[in-house]
């Protein structure tokens, strides 16, 4: 097993484990509210209107985990039915899950530290996730499996971005301590664009590996081709 291949196997782990944690946060504001937690400043707005975050934490969840064995090559190759079925239900997911994010910024009151910018940006990606996942759906459904490739790990991209969203944060609140308006909005900000960058680098690659295989298998015809003129008789 080469190198390549072993690190191509850890990809879908590690995208669950990137998703760990916005995940855990998910599973305890439902927990708070089937439970009947107090109500706080930070969690009046959800008991208030539950629904939309019900929907967005469960969809989000799934189209995370599922989304990352989406990953994992040599599973589609060997279930392609089950690549077809899962896509259904990640479109369906990461659909629901933008829409509802969308709803809650536009309807649900401000939170503490969150502002005018930081609303900007979670529009902006969340429709952006969403557009990714129609033209995504568009393209299969007109045979077009690159395209579809590319539009997808970006809707996935986008989708993962509260993983990355700690990883960016934890290490202001230990050096710095606690975000102000601005800075949240940033490094928030910062988990979406991190994440796109790297979907972009993994669509350029896999756009350019069949490139080179054909190049690959070109340059061979022309070198068998020569070999044969050069072993003909004069």
């Known amino acids: 097993m080469t190198t390549t291949t072993k690190a191509r196997r850890l990809v879908p782990a590690a995208l669950v484990a990137l998703s760990l ?5 998910g599973a305890a504001r439902l927990a708070e509210l089937a439970g009947g937690a107090e109500l706080t400043p930070h969690n009046a707005r959800f008991f208030a209107s539950p629904l939309p975050v019900v929907l967005h934490v469960l969809s989000a969840s799934v189209y995370c985990v599922l ?4 990953f994992a090559p040599d599973f589609r ?3 392609p039915g089950w690549h077809r079925v899962a896509g259904r239900l990640l479109v369906a997911c990461g659909l629901l899950a933008g829409l509802s994010g969308l ?4 309807f ?6 969150d502002g005018v910018l930081l609303d900007g940006l979670r529009l902006l990606f969340g429709a952006a996730m969403v557009l990714s996942l129609v033209l995504g759906l568009a393209a299969i459904l007109r045979r077009d499996v690159g395209r579809h490739r590319a539009w997808s790990i970006r809707g996935y991209a986008i989708g993962l971005g509260a993983g990355t969203q700690v990883l960016v944060s934890v290490p202001w609140f230990l050096i710095v301590g606690t975000p102000g308006e601005l800075a949240r909005a940033l490094l928030l900000g910062a988990g979406w664009v991190i994440n796109l960058a790297v979907a972009e680098r993994v669509i350029r690659r896999q756009t350019a590996s069949p490139v080179r295989a054909a190049q690959m298998r070109e340059g061979l015809l022309e070198v068998r081709a020569s070999v044969g003129n050069a072993s ?3």
């Open 77 to 79: 190759r060997r279930r």
């Open 232 to 234: 003909r008789p004069l």
């Open 108 to 113: 649900y009151p401000r939170a503490e530290g």
């Open 21 to 25: 944690v916005p995940i855990l946060a």
């Open 103 to 106: 709803w809650m910024t536009l």
């Open 67 to 70: 989304g990352a064995c989406q």
